[in-house]
């Protein structure tokens, strides 16, 4: 029973996609030897991910050493927010792949291969451009390896990132203040109305002019 609730607990940590599935044959003595081979990405959504490939002579059997791989190797992907904090252009083997960041809201704008790793890692806004062969293995590859990096370079360079709390503070005090100049500025436009009235009120009357009527007299005739 507690085996049974470890591992529903762990499947809802990790997130597993199946990135490409191979059918692969390997001569022996005996004959030709069948097998399958499984690319696999898995990651937590929170900033981990990791992609392993595992092989056996059933799906199942790939899959399931495919995912032990894949969290042996995993890896803490840095984000600025909901976002990579600086742009990358990476080769790796046939893949090239472009990884930029995005304003928030943007989505995952990539392609099969590269959102399935992203999605995986947690990255919620991100522009992407496959390069290279749009073979799915070297693109996943070549994004795996564009993140870690990300992650070397922040942690060489001593990049200081802000977190989602972070920013959802900043856009909260940034919308705080356009309220706030909204109000102040329906405040002077109302104060400005009543000044307006108030000189109107207490403005002098000018007497009315009498309008004088000339006449013209016609010279009489001799």
Not at 81 to 89: A, E, K, L, Q
Not at 140 to 151: P, R
Not at 159 to 187: F, W
Not at 194 to 202: G, L, P
Request: proline fraction near 4%.
């Amino acid at each position: 029973m507690a085996r049974d609730s470890f591992a529903s607990q762990e499947h809802k940590e990790f997130e597993e996609k199946v990135i490409q599935v191979s059918r692969v044959s390997k001569k022996t003595k005996g004959g030709n030897k069948m097998g399958f081979s499984v690319l696999i990405v898995v990651g937590d959504r929170k900033g981990k991910v990791g992609l392993g490939l595992g092989k056996a002579n059933d799906v199942i059997g790939a899959i399931r050493k495919g995912v032990k791989k894949a969290k042996k190797k995993m890896i803490t992907v840095p984000m600025d927010g909901t976002t990579i904090p600086f742009r990358i252009d990476v080769k790796k083997g046939a893949g090239r792949i472009m990884l930029k960041p995005a304003p928030k809201g943007s989505g995952v704008i990539a392609g099969g291969p590269v959102r399935a790793v992203v999605e995986a890692a947690g990255i919620r806004d991100i522009s992407s451009k496959i390069l290279g062969s749009s073979n799915q293995t070297s693109s996943v590859y070549a994004t795996f390896h564009a993140l870690k990096l990300i992650k070397d370079l922040v942690e060489l360079k001593n990049i200081k990132l802000r977190s989602i709390a972070d920013i959802e503070k900043e856009e909260k005090l940034k919308e705080q203040e356009i309220a706030r100049e909204e109000k102040q500025k329906a405040q002077d436009k109302k104060a400005h109305e009543i000044e307006k009235n108030q000189k109107t009120e207490n403005a002098p009357v000018k007497p009315e002019q009498k309008s004088v009527k000339k006449t013209f007299h016609q010279p009489k005739k001799k």
